[in-house]
């Protein structure tokens, strides 16, 4: 059927998309960075692109204790915080096209459906909305040798399941050699030391029940992967041994291209991207990252940051920035992280929903002989301290009172709660009085 959603689907090369599994946070960001650091040191053109599931248009409003710092490109757009770590490990320059969210595709869909450009078509997830986003992956990786996909979140979330389906149409639409899926998920430890494998085999199943079959697998650890581990993987989730890759946990994000170099990551990807012929030998590729993010530092300078936020990621491009600089100069910059001076005063509620932390009203003290409301309806008064004068209101007869009546639990002006009227006796009672006369 006609779908109004035509797009070129020649434009860009070769595609490797990264999913994340088992929880958020796992370091897919560095982990494509690093891939296609590695394909650029093989001297292919990189590029990359990042999907955001959320529906905000972009990340300009964003709260920093949410999603980390706002990252500016050179065309203003304000992106995700990934884009930052592209530029930084690619050397290019990203723009907002490089940055796919629910909400630009969203957005682009129905103003196309309100100006009448979909032909009175009923507009759809599929095929529209995954059209558009196929269409902004192909036109982002226009003119560039590879382009490196990142699907933020993780497999299973809902708001992430028009791009996974986007993304099993792609494999669909795109010869075997030009496209490749890596899956990164978390490889735990037992209390006893053990490396468990059982989330990722959830992961990928996950994944697998969407249709999309990964062709590489990752493994987030402290530590690297023991081939026994690595085989275990292979085996339950239906890949090779030689495609399972150890991510661990490292000192500085710019070793990670060294550390899956040394596993062989990027002699995979060429291979299965049918680039090893077009690819250099190992000894005539460029040492320069290497040589740069290895080398030894002759002075230590300390430098202190004072921000706003007392969260890492707020303030990641300086930091970077600062660490950039020290390399140039060859000085290892350190710094005191995060130290708040103690405030003197608390924070209201809204600068505490700012930060993220959650408001709690604060706890009023009843006011001895007050009358409040119970959940039947019913009322309470609250006894009296001792030496406050005035008259504690009884409570057979307010049990009884309807919530709409304040006048035998209105305070009185002077005296206490029974303001000039004598003890134990309320102003309704002698308001009856006089009306019966």
Not at 23 to 42: E, Q, V
Not at 364 to 389: K, M, T, Y
Request: negative net charge; glycine residues 10%; contains cysteine.
């Amino acid at each position: 059927m006609p779908t109004g959603t035509n797009y070129d689907r020649s434009l860009g090369r070769k595609f490797v998309f990264v999913t994340g599994g088992v929880m958020s946070g796992l370091g897919k960001g560095i982990t494509a960075a690093s891939t296609g650091r590695l394909l650029a040191n093989a001297g292919f053109d990189v590029t990359a692109v990042k999907i955001d599931p959320y529906l905000n248009v972009d990340a300009g409003t964003m709260n920093p204790y949410q999603h980390g710092e706002v990252y500016v490109l050179k065309d203003g757009a304000e992106v995700d915080l990934d884009l930052g770590n592209y530029e930084r490990f690619l050397g290019t320059d990203m723009t907002a096209d490089h940055n796919i969210t629910t909400g630009k595709a969203y957005e682009h869909v129905i103003s196309k459906e309100r100006a009448g450009d979909y032909l009175g078509d009923t507009v759809q997830i599929i095929p529209h909305i995954t059209d558009d986003i196929k269409r902004r992956v192909r036109e982002a990786a226009e003119g560039t040798d590879v382009c490196i996909v990142e699907v933020g979140g993780t497999v299973g979330d809902i708001e992430g399941m028009p791009f996974l389906e986007a993304i099993r149409q792609f494999v669909h639409e795109t010869p075997p050699e030009d496209l490749l899926l890596t899956h990164v998920t978390l490889v735990p430890y037992s209390k006893n030391g053990e490396q468990k494998t059982k989330p990722t085999q959830h992961s990928v199943k996950e994944l697998r029940s969407i249709g999309l079959q990964p062709d590489v697998l990752v493994g987030r650890s402290e530590e690297k992967l023991d081939p026994d581990t690595k085989e275990k993987i292979a085996l339950f989730c239906d890949v090779p041994t030689e495609a399972v890759f150890s991510n661990p946990d490292v000192a500085d994000i710019y070793h990670v291209p060294l550390v899956v170099e040394e596993e062989g990551l990027d002699r995979y990807v060429t291979e299965e991207l049918a680039l090893a012929s077009e690819a250099p030998p190992q000894a005539e590729r460029t040492e320069r990252w290497r040589e740069l993010v290895t080398q030894e530092s002759d002075e230590q300078v300390d430098i202190a940051l004072v921000g706003k936020y007392a969260l890492e990621d707020a303030y990641i491009s300086i930091h970077e920035a600062l660490k950039h600089a020290g390399l140039d100069r060859g000085v290892e910059v350190t710094g005191r992280r995060w130290r708040r001076r103690p405030r003197r005063f608390r924070l209201t509620g809204v600068e505490r929903e700012d930060r993220g932390d959650p408001v709690r009203p604060r706890a009023r003290r009843p006011v001895p002989g007050a009358v409040s409301g119970l959940p039947d309806g019913r009322r309470r008064v609250h006894p009296q301290r001792p030496g406050l004068g005035g008259c504690t209101l009884r409570r057979d007869r307010l049990g009884d009172t309807p919530p709409g009546d304040r006048a035998a639990s209105r305070p009185g002006r002077r005296g206490g709660p029974g303001g000039h009227h004598a003890p134990g006796r309320s102003r309704d009672r002698d308001r009856s009085r006089h009306a019966g006369k």
